[in-house]
Nanobody, 120 residues
Framework: QVQLVESGGGLVQAGGSLRLSCAAS????????MAWYRQAPGKQRELVAG???????NYADSVKGRFTISRDKVKNTVYLQMNSLKPEDTLVYYC??????????????WGQGTQVTVSS
């Protein structure tokens, strides 16, 4: 069983910064892909940023230059540094990982979600 624990959400003023963390624990061989998604009520989750096992990253156009995704392979943790936050960044943010077993199978897991609120 794999668990993802998110932390770091909260309330911040426009122009401020927050850092989200998501730590994976449990029994697995490795983690291939890690990402952050966000979701507004009644809408589909959208990709914010992703990072592969070799460190390649990709970002949504709306956050390029403001957000930075990184990962710590030793701690099995993915981070999202969010700078220059805007009111439209106010959403629930979800961690997403693909866990690899020692048999070579990959399984997707989602975090519980953390609220980010940016006041104007």
């Amino acid at each position: 069983q794999v668990q993802l624990v998110e932390s770091g959400g909260g309330l911040v003023q426009a122009g401020g910064s927050l850092r989200l963390s998501c730590a994976a624990s449990g029994t697995f061989s490795s983690i291939s892909h890690m990402a952050w998604y966000r979701q507004a009520p009644g809408k589909q989750r959208e990709l914010v940023a992703g990072i592969t096992s070799d460190g390649s990253t990709n970002y949504a156009d709306s956050v390029k230059g403001r957000f930075t995704i990184s990962r710590d392979k030793v701690k099995n943790t993915v981070y999202l540094q969010m700078n220059s936050l805007k009111p439209e960044d106010t959403l629930v943010y979800y961690c997403y990982v693909i866990i690899m077993t020692n048999t070579g199978h990959g399984y997707q897991y989602w975090g519980q979600g953390t609220q980010v609120t940016v006041s104007s």
